[in-house]
Each structure stands twice: as C-alpha cells, then as structure tokens.
C-alpha cells in the first residue's frame, strides 16, 4: 500500500514570493506516478504537475516546479511569483504504474497568498 | 472539451435513508473513478471502473455503498442506508487510454442529519 504524508497543514505567503510545498510517500512500488493537485475553494480538482519516477529530471510547468527526491522519497512543489490566484488546498497523490491506478492522496496543504 | 460532470452538487438527507449520485465522464474517457473526501482529508478512492468492469473496489464499504457502470460511460454510486459519517464530497474522476491525468469533476457535496 501506499502513503501520502504532507506535514505542513497551512502556510502563507505574500503575493510573489516563492513557496517550497513539502510532501513524502511510501511506496514498494518500482514504477510509480506522483503528482501535486490543486482544489480551489470552489472545489473542482486540478492538476498543477505530474512526475514519472522512473524520469530523473525534474518536472516544470511554467511558476511550478518539483524537486524529486527519489531515495529519499521526497516530491516537493515550488510556486514562484506566487499569485492571489494560487491560494487554494494543495493536494500531494500518487499511484503505481498498471492497472489499478487509483490515486493515494496526503491530506493537504492549505496555501494562502497574502496581497 | 466538455468535462466530468457530477449531478446533484448538493444533498441533505436523514440517516438511514438512501441517496444516488450520477458521474458523466469525458467522452472517450474509459476509467472512471469515485473517491470520498471527508472534511479536512485528501479524498480515498472508492471504487475504479474500466469501462463497465470493477478494477478496485477494496476501499468500497459493500455492506452500504454500491456503484454501477453498466454501459461503460456514466456511473451512479449509491449508499443505502446512509449514516452520520458519511457526510462528504463524492467526487468522481475520468483518465483517457493514453492518459496518466485524471480529471476531477466539482464533486457533490452530501449532509446527513
């Protein structure tokens, strides 16, 4: 089975600064995807960025970034230039390559930009 | 591209009554799947359709809840009878073949008394 664990209940920052979002999992799994969601206060579920463990290198997309850790099985989300825009629940998920791909969610991460 | 939709968005009832939400997915979209997000928590997957076929149900509570897919598009998830702790947003999710994305839809958002 697989683990989510994001240690950080909520955070605040101010309009363009650079926030580091923290997540870990636990997985047995060899191939395996992670990714960072986000849930707006209107609550409709979106994807920020998706990560491919068996891919070394980082993924972007545009202001968001991750920093995969691989041994340490670490996936940490960066927003630069943050915007009001961002704030929201943040959501850390993962799944094992195949069929039953299901997503294993932390439990969030609420992210307040302070104009 | 229209995307999942979810109907009704609001539902308040009494436990021990029964209640049924309805997931359209993205057309084409062949896995569907169903997760409950309690208060305060990450949503949990209930329960994984391909086409009209179960793929995971191990976190779906039989005993109460139910959900069916029968001509591989639309889904209903049904819980009778409802109890206190069940009070959630439902969400359901869709993942094209080629896909690793799943998009969400807005979710429905149930009370019970």
């Known amino acids: 089975a697989q683990t989510v664990t994001q240690s950080q209940p909520e955070m605040s920052v101010q309009e363009a600064e650079t926030v580091t979002l923290s997540c870990t999992y636990d997985?047995?799994?060899?191939?395996?995807?992670l990714f960072w969601y986000k849930q707006p206060p209107s609550r409709q579920m979106i994807l920020v960025i998706r990560?491919?463990?068996?891919?070394?290198q980082n993924a972007t997309e545009n202001r968001f970034s991750v920093n995969f850790q691989k041994a340490a099985k670490s996936f940490s989300l960066k927003i630069s230039d943050s915007q009001l825009g961002d704030t929201a629940m943040y959501f850390c998920?993962?799944?094992?390559?195949?069929?039953?791909?299901?997503?294993?969610f932390g439990k969030g991460t609420h992210l307040i930009i302070q104009p | 591209e229209a995307g999942v939709a979810q109907s009704p968005r609001y539902k308040i009832i009494e436990k021990r009554q029964s209640v049924a939400f309805w997931c359209n997915p993205i057309?084409?979209?062949?896995?569907l799947y169903w997760y409950q997000q309690i208060l305060g928590q990450g949503p949990k997957l209930l329960i994984q359709?391909?086409?009209?076929?179960?793929?995971?149900d191990s976190q779906l509570p039989k005993d109460r809840f139910s959900a069916e897919r029968l001509k591989g598009v639309d889904s209903t998830l049904k819980i009778q009878p409802a109890k206190l702790e069940d009070s959630a947003v439902y969400l359901c999710?869709?993942?094209?073949?080629?896909?690793?994305?799943?998009?969400f839809g807005p979710g429905t958002r149930l009370l019970v008394l």
């Open positions: 999710a869709s993942r094209g073949g080629n896909q690793e994305t799943q998009y």
């Open positions: 997985t047995s799994e060899n191939n395996y995807y």
């Open positions: 990560q491919e463990a068996y891919k070394q």
């Open positions: 998920a993962s799944h094992s390559g195949g069929g039953a791909d299901g997503l294993t």
């Open positions: 057309s084409g979209h062949a896995t």
């Open positions: 359709f391909q086409n009209n076929g179960v793929v995971d």
